[in-house]
């Protein structure tokens, strides 16, 4: 049995992947080496083993299972428009770079996706064993297409906004709940010191519509913010901040 340690899987998956007809790839199972030969040009060496592409279909797997876990909501909705039809694989390709993050998670769930192929090639190929395959494919799993916590990082800037002034951020509504989707928004209440004195909500709505809107385009999420004093929050009149505290997870 080869080492697949001793196997470049990108080297693989990009054999794998290589459908054009004038070349044909190769690995040595003695080293584990992937290699190219015009496809006319004679026979490999003895013992090579032909790497045959796989199909597209498995490529437009790729693109639909990522889309649809984008969490992105102009993006995903885009993307799902340019997989329709014929001309798919373009129209992805030229929508991903209207935004390059989108692109970013995409190029790493690609990546996550054709080694495990190359992992369930070289097991199929009976180069290596099963147990070997199992521990290898489960380094390279599918990522988070998320590729962040939203409310975490909004909480995270916020408070290099205001300093100690924000004591707590908690999330509520159907975020908090679980039941949270692209279609929803997530909603914070943040908790700011107001041993000075009431706070005015739209000033301090004011105050953070830099760091909301710079969130909102980045993730594409609608991002709603509830400010309170703590004083208030300790005894709330206002029913939605008394929902709000029913419900609430904190994030910081």
Known sequence: MLD????????????????????????????????????????????WVLIEPVTSRESYRDMSDFTAGVQHRRAGALLDRAIDGRGAFRRFKNTLFEFPEVRDQWYRFRDARSRRRAVDWLAAAGLISEADAERVRARHPDPDPSNEDVPAAVADDLVAHYGPRVRQVLLFGSWASGEGSVESAIDLLVVLDDEQGPIDPWHELREMDDVLWRHTQRSGLTISVLPVGQRELARPDDPTVIRARAEAVRVR
């Open 4 to 47: 697949p340690g001793r196997v470049d899987l990108a080297a693989l998956a990009d054999a794998l992947d290589d459908r054009s007809p004038e070349i044909r790839w190769y690995l040595d199972p003695g080293t584990g080496a992937v290699a190219s030969l015009p496809a006319h040009d004679g026979e490999p060496p003895a013992g």
